[in-house]
């Protein structure tokens, strides 16, 4: 078969013993031993599942480990994401490469083509991990980094079943940074929910970069992820300005699909998003100018059919031979077909929708 425009092939050889593992224990984190050949040559790797309810699916998304201190494309980490509930299989990567394209930090984010002891396992995508080699592609200063690893992270001392947290950095992991700084994570929260609004917006302007988490709340206002607001997510607070910056991570609920792959209806999330962080940030004049300001150029330049069809049918045509080698997709490909449509109608309603509700942020 011609398969223009190659992508990646990566293929992972497991054991016997070592396979069993992995498949006996699906919910283990510790990895199993492999190894991964790719341009002609072969990496030693580790080999685990990935993700939560994803995990149950039929196609299994992974993530990869190098050992130290071997990298590998300059990564110690790699997720090999399934994008299984998504019959586009591009929305992670629409969704991170727009939000970087309206000036926001990233995972870079690119289709492979997997293969597991010589039989195809289709088409992921290999997703960046968010760690101190993110920062340092970037030229960004070693700092913090936390991800959002449940709906506890919120922003709120209150969870989303309205409980009490048990601690205040509830909801979080650390991925770079020793456990004493979790002290950060429990000031930004603590303040976020107990600053008077008198104080509100000079003591948050000491802890956040506000202009940047307004432009990630365009993005994720725009994109629609109805989970990114509470999860979905990384901090990274910059050891040299001491402000938190904010990632994305799982994107591919978005774009008018649900985390099911069902329809989400493109009015589904409010202009203003919510979490408690957004709400006191929202409530401050000054700063709801600022994201209207932000949200109405991204509107006009990034976040319109003209702009984002060519990069939509760009990367469905680049994946689409591809597709079809795969045992999970390939049966079904006028489904995939359709969903460049559905994407751009998507983009046209969302856009007509938000531009229309502007005047609430007035």
């Not at 992670?92 to 995972?107: Q, R």
């Amino acid at each position: 078969m011609d398969l223009p425009r190659e992508i990646p092939i990566y293929q992972i050889f497991i054991n016997k013993n070592e396979y069993k593992t992995l498949r006996d224990h699906m919910w283990s984190e510790e990895p199993v031993s492999a190894k991964l050949k790719f341009n002609q040559k072969q990496y030693a790797v580790g080999v685990s599942y990935r993700g939560y309810h994803i995990r149950k699916l039929k196609k299994k998304s992974f993530r990869l480990t190098i050992p130290t201190p071997q990298l590998f494309l300059g990564a110690r980490e790699y997720h090999l994401n399934a994008e299984y509930l998504d019959p586009s299989m591009i929305r992670s990567k629409l969704s991170f490469d727009f939000f970087e394209d309206i000036g926001n930090l990233a995972p870079a984010a690119e289709h492979i083509l997997l293969k597991l002891n010589g039989s195809t396992l289709g088409v992921y995508l290999q997703l960046e991990s968010v760690d101190d080699l993110f920062l340092k592609r970037r030229g960004l200063q070693a700092g913090h980094i936390f991800y959002a690893s449940n709906d506890d992270a919120n922003f709120s001392l209150i969870t989303p079943e309205n409980k009490i947290k048990h601690s205040l950095e509830a909801g979080y992991s650390l991925k770079v940074g020793l456990k004493e700084d979790y002290q950060y994570i429990r000031e930004l929260i603590y303040k976020i929910n107990t600053v008077p609004q008198s104080d509100f917006k000079n003591e948050i302007s000491k802890l956040i970069d506000v202009n940047k988490f307004l432009l990630w709340l365009v993005g994720v206002v725009c994109t629609q992820n109805y989970d990114g607001f509470i999860q979905n997510y990384a901090l990274y607070r910059s050891g040299a300005s001491g402000l938190f910056e904010i990632i994305p991570w799982d994107y591919d609920a978005t774009w008018g699909r649900d985390i099911h792959g069902q329809i989400m209806e493109y009015d589904y999330v409010p202009i203003q998003g919510y979490n408690t962080l957004i709400s006191r940030l929202i409530d401050i004049p000054e700063f709801r100018l600022m994201y209207k300001s932000l949200l109405e150029v991204v509107l006009e330049t990034k976040f319109n059919a003209s702009y984002l069809e060519p990069r939509i049918l760009s990367l469905h045509s680049r994946i689409r031979p591809y597709i079809l080698l795969d045992p999970y997709k390939s049966k079904d490909i006028s489904s995939f077909d359709k969903e460049t449509e559905y994407i751009i109608q998507f983009i046209n309603n969302r856009r007509d929708y938000l531009k229309n509700h502007l005047v609430a942020l007035n």
